[in-house]
Structure formats: C-alpha cells, structure tokens
C-alpha cells in the first residue's frame, strides 16, 4: 500500500468513526449484544486467534477476513468451521472473504467490532493505527513493527486508542498467564530486593520453511517464507525473543538504555532461509546498572532453552517452567497453570463488554522496540541506544507492495553495513 494511498484512506476513516467507540461501549456494556469480528492474516497464528475469540464468552461471530492469498483464507476458514465448538459462530459469505494487498481495507470499512491482526509484523503499524482510527477494538499480535518508525506509529496509535476508549490487547501472552502474574506481584513488591541482573533466552531448533515454487514472484516467496525477511518479521530475535524481553522489562517496570551484542548466521545458510541470522546474544544496559544477558538460537541439535531468570539482592526469579522464586522470601507457583493464549482474549472481550477496556498498546510497542535495539547491535557490531532506534527514520521493505520482482537484502555483516 502506498504511503499517499494511506493516508487518504486513515482520512476517510477518521472521519467517518468518529463517535464509534463510544458507542460502541454503550451497546455492548452489560455483555448482552453480539460483537461481530474481522480477521487479518489468516495464517496458522491468526487461525489461532480466530479460534480463540470464537470460545470467549458472550455472543461474538466471525463475519470477514482478508488475507494477501486466497488459498491461505480458505484454509483458515477450513479449520475454523471444521471445529465444532465454534462452526455456528462463523459467518463469513463470499462477499465478506476480502484478498489482496488492499482487502484489509475493505475489511475495516465494514461494520466489524473487533480486528484480530495477525499479518507479518511488517504491515501491523499501518493496518493498527488504521484500525484504531476505524473505531475498532483490536488484538494485536506481537511484534508490532520491525523498524522505529512503526513503533513510533503504534505508540501513537495506542495513545489515540487510549483517547477513544478502544481496547488493545496484544500477543504477549505472558501477561495473562497466572504463574507469571502472580510472580510479578512478588517481584514488584520487592521479594528479590534490588534487582542486580537478569538473563533470558529462545533457544531452539529451526521453523517451518516453504520451498519456492516456480509461479511464485519475489513477492509471493518472500511473503510465504516472512519469517526470515528482516523487513517482513525483523528477524527471529524480534518476531519470536520478544517474548522474554517483554518479561524483562515487565520485572524492571523500564526498557533499556542501550545495547551490544554479536550474532550470525552459522548454520541456517541455504537462500531458501533469507537473509536472517539463525543467532544473537546481546547485553542490554538499565537503568541504575542492571544488565540483562540475552541470547536467542534457532538450530537443529544443540541445547534448547525458553525462560527468564532475575537476580536480587535478596533472591531470584526463575521463570519459563515452574515459575519460583527463591532466597528470603521463597514461593513456587502452585496448581496448573491457565491456556494463556486463551486469558488473552478472554481478558480481551471482557473489557469490551465491561467498557473498561484495556490498553496495552504502550508496552508491547516497547518490548518490539527493545527486540529491534538488539538486532540493530547485532547486525551493526555497534553499541546502539534506546533514543537512537526510537527515532531512526530508517523503514525497512518496500514502499509499495506488489507481486513481483523484489531484491533481497545481503546477510548483514557486522562492522562493514549499516544497522538494520
């Protein structure tokens, strides 16, 4: 989409929702009225989505869904009509099956009440602060952008939401989940003391990969392989190490001040893998001398790790298993855990329906840009800082997307290219 494209359309949009959300509020307070979905990005994440708002309580129907690929709608509305737990409530006719680079417009002219915006990261700024303008509630799928513009715009964006009284739920998950939850009081309250460092990690094996077919542009391969684009999902460390950073910075209640690290692409080499790196260990600097040592990996055979761990003065967090704390004030969390991908949007609707809505635009848009500080260190070889990546005007990816012809990037190499 064009830039000049969108803002006429943001414009039109405006202008014509102007008194929605509270309106909105007042029809569905009470939880006693329909809300009506639209889904954008119909891969298996957005499926999931989908699927999940389809079991919250309270009347709620699927009615549109717009996707890039035709076949990657029908698939997702395969799945999701095959369940019957939610097949009734899943409605959306021809007429309502929107493909194209352009269909998430026509999706956001209609009379949805909820997006779910599951696209590649790359298109969520613009489609969020569309949305948002639109009078729709949102959830959010994280990251939410793969460059500081577009955490500039989502950061905006989430304070207009905050002013219209829309809520925003994004796909940080852990912010839902009991143990964690329940461990943040803990932490916040002071049972670790003075926090001294922190360390994370998402170490595992490689992803899913889809051979290039030969009617596929540039465009088409790049957009059904996005994960590893850094323009289309900002490279592993963004798209997926979020999450730990996230919690990080949730623990230190801050976002860093600057970052350095290394990183490469060691094993992940074939073309048909991009030009991301399959690797990135960065130190991040806090406030007040904390450091955080994180490391991310995505390769076959070697040690697998997800968690996040915080060091105190007095005692020490260990998350991503069985969340516990130990030292002076120990505590292990008790009891089974809860499907947070579900709490979510559980959490989601409830504050639809409750009219006071939850806004979590600022922190995951923090979080995003905490995962791209890394990145930028990594590909650079430089110490980067938190105002430098807040307002680089560098944007990353076309300025028009269209199939066909689309050079890829070289791997980045430490010392010798810029800091995307």
Known sequence: MSHSTRRSFLQQTATAAA????????????????????????GGRGTGAASQALHTDGPVRLVAMADA???????????????????????????RRFVG????????????????LATPPHFRPAMFEAAIRAGKHVFLEKPVAVDGPGVRQVLAAAELAQQKRLAVV??????????????????HRGDLGRIRFARCAWNMGGLWMHPRQPAWSDMEW?????LYFTWLSGDHIVEQHVHNLDVVNWALQGHPLRARGMGGRQVRTDPA??????????????????????????????????????????GE?????????????????????????????????ASIRSGEVRNEGRYVA??????????????????VTWEEVLRSEERLGPSTCAFGPLAVDPVPMPGQQGRR
């Open 19 to 42: 008194a929605a959300p509270l309106m909105s509020l007042r029809l569905h307070a009470g939880g006693s009225d329909e809300l009506k979905l639209g889904l954008i990005g119909c």
């Open 317 to 349: 967090a260990h998350l991503g298993g069985r969340a516990q704390i130990t030292g002076k004030h120990p505590w292990a969390f008790e009891g089974r855990d809860n499907d947070a991908y579900q709490a979510e949007h559980d959490d989601l609707f």
């Open 273 to 314: 893998y991009g030009h991301i790196f399959d690797h990135h260990a960065v130190q991040y600097e806090y406030p007040d001398g904390v450091w955080l040592f994180s490391e991310c990996r995505q390769i076959d055979g070697c040690l697998n790790d997800v968690s996040e761990h915080l060091y105190g003065v007095d």
């Open 170 to 187: 994004s796909g940080l998950q852990r912010h839902h989940q009991s143990s964690y939850v329940e461990a943040m009081q803990r932490i």
């Open 222 to 226: 790049q957009l059904r392989n996005w």
């Open 101 to 116: 680079f352009d269909g998430w417009q026509h999706l956001l002219a209609s009379d949805v009440d909820v997006v779910l």
């Open 366 to 383: 923090e979080s995003t840009l905490t995962a791209i500080m890394g990145r930028m260190a990594t590909y650079s070889g430089r110490q």
């Open 69 to 95: 690929f035709a076949d990657r709608l029908q698939d997702s509305l395969g799945e999701l009509t095959g369940d019957a737990a939610i097949a009734a409530r899943v409605d959306v006719p021809e007429a």
